[in-house]
């Protein structure tokens, strides 16, 4: 094989396509990683989205304000004296800088670790499995791959008459720069994003106002979880206006005035600063050029079929540019796959048990079937919820907001669904994942001792419940 001849090439270096090259490199593939992303020193930032403007930096931002909130609203009740706190944004911001960076660096090293050649610059897809790579430091040339994948990501969504010049008017990437504290945080789109920033900027001080088109808030959740949820918001006062369409927004002296209808007639409101969270779109952009044969669906994703593979021959497409939830677990699990398939190995992905976390606080976690979709879907079965305010440990802790909702099927009792609102459920929404992808049904998960005290006992009640057996409520 040639220099510029590989095994398989990896064009984007997010978590689908780190995972699946370190993967390749493991099972001994000769493997090219290329991906575009610099950080503001101008060195090379694998990672993606998730880690360089995603999941790790607004995990930084929510976690430092969750302490500053905790501290403000909290500590009190433990006997604890906080005057005089203050928050230091610079600081802070600082910090989740570092955070990036410390794992930009560590990728490249495992990268060298595992044998991944890794080039920073864009990769083109042509015919034959041609890359045109364009280094960020050096001349064009073409790499050819008996495999190549394609990891590009997604980038947001716009709407009409509302321009993202990252100062003023933002999207993600601004959204985790503020230099200050905006008086007034306004966002458009109340989904992932959309709570996730505004409950940051809200606990730092700001009063948060977010514009949701649909009349429905979180439909992807059960609905009685999503209201559980949107009561704990509306106590943190973030202003969630639900069926809003916005006009347009303009910047002016330094301030962002929206216009909007509700529904009834317009209104116009000032913000010091504006969020643009409407959805991503998968970034398909000077990807792929027309003779490679790759297909692209009506909303613009790579198709693929189950196993990730295109409509061309040994290429394959996976994360965010593909169908499926954008998660980025999702990606790498896929990325893994795929570098299997490749070795010969029976790569494999299952969609169903994929879980979700929203970051906000309390979080919101769920796997599987809401009841709306299994009423839809025509399936009998059982419910068991169980509210963290029963829990010990969620008292101790002084905080129990949120419960467990598990649905089991009525006749065979296997697992369906489970969505948690509460303080770590990004945690142990694991649990029912693992019981979930061994067929487990809700005794499983009822038979199964949990320690005490922890909240995770409201996982075990929960699944008690489904069979009116709960030990710490009335059933
Ligand atoms: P990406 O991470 O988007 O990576 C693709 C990479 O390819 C990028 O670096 C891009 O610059 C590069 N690229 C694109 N085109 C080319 C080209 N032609 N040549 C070379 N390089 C190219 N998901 C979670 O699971 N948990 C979270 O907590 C979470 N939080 C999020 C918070 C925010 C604010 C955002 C925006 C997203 C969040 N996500 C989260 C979603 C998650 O970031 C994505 O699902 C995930 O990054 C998708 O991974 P990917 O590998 O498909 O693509
Ligand atoms: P989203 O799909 O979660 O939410 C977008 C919201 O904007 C929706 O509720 C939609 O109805 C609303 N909307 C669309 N157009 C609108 C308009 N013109 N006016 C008002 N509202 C409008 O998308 P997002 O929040 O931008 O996040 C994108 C994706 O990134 C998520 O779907 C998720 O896959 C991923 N993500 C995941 C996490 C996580 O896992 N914790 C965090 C952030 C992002």
């Not at 041609?130 to 709407?159: C, M, R, W």
Request: charged residues 25%; hydrophobic residues 40%.
């Amino acid at each position: 094989m040639s220099d510029n001849e590989f095994d398989v090439i990896f064009i984007g270096g997010g978590p689908g396509g780190y995972a699946g090259a370190i993967r390749a490199g493991q099972l001994g593939l000769k493997t090219l990683l290329i991906d575009d992303r610099q950080g503001e020193d101008g060195k090379p930032a694998p990672g993606g989205t998730c880690l360089n403007v995603g999941c790790i930096p607004s995990k930084a931002l929510l976690d430092s304000s969750k302490h500053f909130h905790h501290i403000q609203h909290d500590y009190t009740a433990h006997g604890i004296r906080t005057e005089g706190v203050s928050m230091d944004i610079d600081k802070m911001l600082e910090r989740k800088r570092k955070v990036v960076k410390q794992l930009n660096t560590g990728l490249i090293q495992l990268f060298k670790a595992n044998k991944v050649e890794f080039v920073n610059g864009r990769g083109k897809l042509f015919s034959e499995r041609q890359v045109e790579v364009s280094p960020n430091d050096g001349d064009k040339y073409t790499a050819s791959g008996g495999h190549v994948v394609l990891a590009a990501g997604s980038v947001p969504f716009s709407i009409p008459d509302v321009e993202v010049d990252n100062e003023y008017i933002l999207d993600n990437v601004g959204a985790l720069e503020i230099p200050e504290v905006p008086g007034r945080f306004g966002v458009i789109g109340a989904g992932v994003i959309g709570l996730e920033m505004g409950s940051v900027w809200s606990r730092l001080g700001a009063e948060t106002v977010l514009f949701e088109a649909l009349e429905e808030f979180l439909p992807a959740v059960d609905r009685d979880m999503a209201k559980v949820a949107q009561r704990e918001f509306k106590k943190q006062k973030l202003d969630i206006r639900m069926g809003c369409k916005v006009n347009g927004a303009e910047v002016a002296d330094g301030k962002v005035k929206l216009s909007y209808n509700d529904g009834k007639e317009d209104h116009e409101e000032v913000f010091d600063r504006l969020l643009v969270s409407v959805g991503r779109k998968a970034a398909t952009d000077n990807l792929i050029a027309d003779d490679s044969g790759v297909e692209v669906t009506d909303r613009g994703q790579v198709e693929v079929d189950a196993r990730c593979h295109t409509s061309a021959e040994n290429i394959w497409a996976i994360g965010d540019l593909v169908r499926g939830p954008m998660l980025a677990h999702k990606a790498s699990e896929e990325g893994i796959a795929v570098a299997e398939s490749i070795a010969g190995q029976a790569g494999h992905v299952n969609l169903e048990t994929v879980p979700w976390v929203i970051y906000t606080d309390p979080e919101i976690a769920w796997v599987g079937k809401t009841e709306a979709q299994l009423k839809e879907e025509g399936v009998e079965f059982r419910t068991g919820s169980f509210p963290f305010a029963a829990t010990g440990r969620g008292l101790a802790m002084g905080n129990a907001a949120g419960q467990v909702k598990i649905l089991a099927d009525a006749e065979n009792d296997e697992l369906l669904g489970c969505q948690i609102v509460g303080s770590t459920a990004s945690e142990f929404i694991g649990e029912v994942v693992v019981a979930m992808e061994f067929n487990g049904s809700a005794e499983d998960l009822a038979r199964i001792i949990h320690a005490h005290p922890t909240l995770s006992e409201a996982v075990h009640e929960a699944a008690l419940a489904v069979d009116k057996r709960a030990i710490h409520k009335a059933n």
